[in-house]
C-alpha cells in the first residue's frame, strides 16, 4: 500500500499516513506558521507605519501595493536563502522543512499586491484589467520605461502554479522529476521580480540606498548558491579520492557523524547515508522511496531512520520500512577499523538484513 | 495587440470553465480511482487541490480515462 501524507515526525509521535490531508499539523509547523505570519504581519506594519510616516497623503491601496510588494520580496528571498544555507549549517534544516508554508504565504503577500497594483492601475478605463496590464505600456523597445508589470505578471502566473501544487498530491501526480523541474522554474519568477523591481518601483524610488538593498539582496542569494556549490563539488572531489580497500571506502572518522544522524556520502554514483547509533554504524541508500527525500539528513527516532521531509520511517540495519509498510532501501556493507568508517559502495538487494558495524569494533 | 491578448485571455477563460466542469465530476467520481491516496479524503484536501486541477486537468483526465480501460 502506498503511504502520501504531509508530515513532519520530528518529534516521534506521528505515524506513516495512508491517505492524503489537506495538511498533517503538528507542534513545529504550528510553530513555524506561528512566527512566520508574526514576521509577515510585524513587515508590513513596520514598513506601513515609516510609510505613512515619510509619506502623510499616502492613499490606502499605494500602502498595501508597497507593503505587500516589499513583504513578498523580502520573504523570496528568504525562500531562495534557506536551500543552500541549509547544505552550508544542518541548523537551517528546520526552516527547509517547512518551506512549503514559506512558498504559499508568500505567493498569498504577492497576490495581494498583483490585485491591488491590477486595480488600481488598470481597472478604471474601458479596457479589460488584464488586457490593459500588456497593452497600456507597449514601450517594450524601451529599457527605461519598458512595461515592467508585465514581469511581475508573469512571475505572479509561476508563483501561482507552484503553490497550487505545493502539496504531496503533486509530488506523486507529476512525478517527483517533474514536480521538481517545475519549482525550479522559482529562479525565473525571481529573475523577473529583480527586472520587475528595478524597472518598476526603483524608477521612481531611485535613491542609492534602494539599489543597494536590490543588489544586496541578489548577492546575497546568489553568492550562498555558490558558496554551497563549491562546498559540494569539494566534498565531492574528497570523496572521490578517498582511500579504497577490498572495495572498501574509507569515509571518515566515526567522530564525524553524530549520534542517531547520518553523514552522507557519493562513491561510485551511489548516494549512500550512514548512521550513528546505539554504537552501530548502518548504511542505506539515501534517498526516501516516498519523495526523494534526504534521509541522511533525517535522525533515526524510535529505532528508524526517520526521513525529514515526511516522515518516512526505514529500519538501518536493513532498510526495511516497519511493518505493516513495505518499502524497501538498498543497504551497504560497513565496517569499522580504528576510528574510520569504510563502506562498500556496491549496493545489496533492497531490505537486505547487513549486520551493523560496532564502534570501536579493530 | 489588444484583439490578440483578448483572445488568448478568452481561450484561457474557456480552458478554466472547462478544468472547472472536469474538476466537479472528477472530484467525485475519479480521483480515488486515478490515486487511491485520496479515498476518504476531507474537502478541505480536495479545495487545497483544486487551483492546480484547473490548470493540469488534461493530465487527470488521460489519466482517468486510461484506468477505465
Not at chain 1, 119 to 137: C, M, R
Not at chain 1, 180 to 189: C, D, F, G, Q, R
Request: charged residues 15%; positive net charge.
Amino acid at each position: 500500500m502506498l503511504k502520501f501524507a504531509d508530515y513532519g515526525t520530528f518529534n516521534g509521535g506521528d505515524l506513516m499516513g495512508v491517505k492524503y490531508e489537506a495538511v498533517l499539523w503538528n507542534r513545529q509547523k504550528k510553530n513555524y506558521d506561528i512566527i512566520l505570519w508574526g514576521m509577515i504581519f510585524g513587515i508590513l506594519l513596520v514598513f506601513g507605519a515609516s510609510q505613512l510616516f515619510m509619506h502623510p497623503q499616502i492613499t490606502a491601496e499605494t500602502l498595501i501595493i508597497r507593503a505587500t510588494a516589499l513583504t513578498a520580496f523580502v520573504l523570496l528571498h528568504l525562500i531562495l536563502m534557506i536551500g543552500p544555507l541549509a547544505r552550508l549549517d544542518r541548523r537551517f534544516l528546520p526552516l527547509l522543512y517547512n518551506r512549503r508554508h514559506l512558498g504559499v504565504s508568500m505567493f498569498l503577500v504577492a497576490l495581494v499586491h498583483g490585485a491591488f497594483s491590477i486595480i488600481q492601475f488598470h481597472a478604471l478605463g474601458d479596457v479589460n484589467p488584464i488586457v490593459s496590464v500588456f497593452t497600456s505600456n507597449q514601450n517594450y523597445q524601451a529599457i527605461s520605461e519598458f512595461p515592467f508589470q508585465i514581469l511581475g505578471f508573469f512571475a505572479l502566473i509561476i508563483l501561482f502554479v507552484m503553490a497550487a501544487t505545493s502539496h504531496d498530491f503533486w509530488v506523486k501526480n507529476l512525478s517527483p522529476k517533474i514536480w521538481k523541474t517545475l519549482h525550479m522554474s522559482v529562479y525565473i519568477a525571481y529573475a523577473l521580480l529583480i527586472a520587475h523591481v528595478a524597472k518598476g518601483a526603483l524608477q521612481y524610488e531611485n535613491h542609492p540606498v534602494y539599489w543597494a538593498i536590490l543588489i544586496i539582496g541578489f548577492v546575497a542569494v546568489a553568492g550562498l548558491h555558490l558558496t554551497a556549490g563549491v562546498n559540494e563539488y569539494k566534498r565531492l572531489s574528497k570523496e572521490k579520492n578517498a582511500a579504497s580497500k577490498d572495495g572498501f571506502v574509507d569515509i571518515g572518522s566515526v567522530n564525524e557523524i553524530p549520534d542517531d544522524c547520518a553523514k552522507t556520502v557519493f562513491i561510485n554514483r551511489e548516494n549512500i547515508a550512514i548512521f550513528k547509533y546505539d554504537g552501530n554504524i548502518s548504511a542505506v541508500h539515501n534517498v526516501c522511496k516516498h519523495q526523494m527525500g534526504p534521509l541522511g539528513e533525517g535522525k533515526i527516532v524510535d529505532g528508524c531512520i526517520t526521513c525529514p521531509w515526511h516522515g518516512y520511517q526505514y529500519l538501518p540495519q536493513n532498510g526495511q520500512a516497519p511493518s505493516p509498510f513495505t518499502e524497501t532501501l538498498h543497504t551497504y556493507a560497513v565496517k569499522v577499523i580504528g576510528e574510520n568508517v569504510w563502506v562498500n559502495p556496491t549496493p545489496k538487494p533492497e531490505g537486505t538484513f547487513i549486520e551493523p558495524a560496532k564502534m570501536g569494533q579493530a | 495587440m489588444e484583439s490578440l491578448i483578448s483572445s488568448f485571455l478568452q481561450f484561457v477563460l474557456i480552458y478554466l470553465i472547462l478544468g472547472l466542469v472536469f474538476t466537479i465530476a472528477f472530484m467525485s467520481k475519479g480521483l480515488s480511482v486515478v490515486d487511491e491516496g485520496t479515498k476518504e479524503t476531507s474537502w478541505k484536501f480536495k479545495l487545497l487541490i483544486l487551483p492546480g486541477m484547473l490548470v493540469f486537468w488534461p493530465l487527470f483526465a488521460l489519466k482517468w480515462k486510461r484506468s477505465l480501460k
